[in-house]
T-cell receptor, first 113, second 110 residues
Framework: NAGVTQTPKFQVLKTGQSMTLQCAQD?????MSWYRQDPGMGLRLIHY???????DQGEVPNGYNVSRSTTEDFPLRLLSAAPSQTSVYFC????????????FGDGTRLSIL | RKEVEQDPGPFNVPEGATVAFNCTYS??????FFWYRQDCRKEPKLLMS???SGNEDGRFTAQLNRASQYISLLIRDSKLSDSATYLC???????????FGTGTSLTVIP
């Protein structure tokens, strides 16, 4: 099993550009989530989904959109990139609603110039 | 006030030493607690859950103190391979939010 796969691993954007961070899992997990990790701030929840067609906001959702059309995929979209969104992004999955993130992807290092 | 707070360290300990980290949480209604390990430039990995009765997994022991609202992680007989950042996380009683601490850095020295 591949687990949780994130692409790309690295990305540099200019302010105002949009992009989509991809996340896919092959464990048939219902719960998926996106976190960003910044120095001194720890991991902060951006958006999460408890199943296909269901998404909700986390702690820091502004500037990001998500969708969950299938159980496997949970893409994160940056609508208009800002330097404050420079961060490392992790996608995670778990096998139950509300359960702890069990599997993280390798992360996407995103820089906004 | 942050939901979960940790001493960032760094903790530098010799091989074989015992080291303990604490993590405080602000929401007294939090029900579930976890420790994660994160190696440099890698993803977090779930280390263990924290139960009221304590939880032991080999050299690692996790404890919960509800009265003082903190969880702890004890590592006995430290190995070089234990060098990493340890993150604690709390899950409130309701909803699907998880709150992570900023992590505590541990370096085990030969």
């Amino acid at each position: 099993n591949a687990g949780v796969t994130q692409t790309p691993k690295f990305q540099v954007l200019k302010t105002g550009q949009s992009m989509t961070l991809q996340c896919a899992q092959d464990m048939n997990h219902e719960y998926m989530s996106w976190y960003r990790q910044d120095p001194g701030m720890g991991l902060r929840l951006i958006h999460y989904s408890v199943g296909a067609g269901i998404t909700d906001q986390g702690e820091v959702p502004n500037g990001y959109n998500v969708s969950r059309s299938t159980t496997e995929d949970f893409p994160l979209r940056l609508l208009s990139a800002a330097p404050s969104q420079t961060s490392v992004y992790f996608c995670a999955s778990s096998d139950g609603q509300g359960s702890q993130p069990q599997h993280f992807g390798d992360g996407t290092r995103l820089s906004i110039l | 006030r942050k939901e979960v707070e940790q001493d960032p360290g760094p903790f530098n300990v010799p091989e074989g030493a015992t080291v303990a980290f604490n993590c405080t949480y602000s929401n007294s209604a939090s029900q579930s607690f976890f420790w994660y390990r994160q190696d440099c430039r890698k993803e977090p990995k779930l280390l263990m859950s924290v139960y009221s009765s304590g939880n032991e997994d080999g050299r690692f022991t996790a404890q919960l103190n509800r009265a003082s609202q903190y969880i702890s992680l004890l590592i006995r007989d430290s190995k070089l391979s234990d060098s990493a950042t340890y993150l604690c996380a709390a899950h409130p009683n309701t909803g699907n939010q998880f709150y992570f601490g900023t992590g505590t850095s541990l370096t085990v020295i030969p």
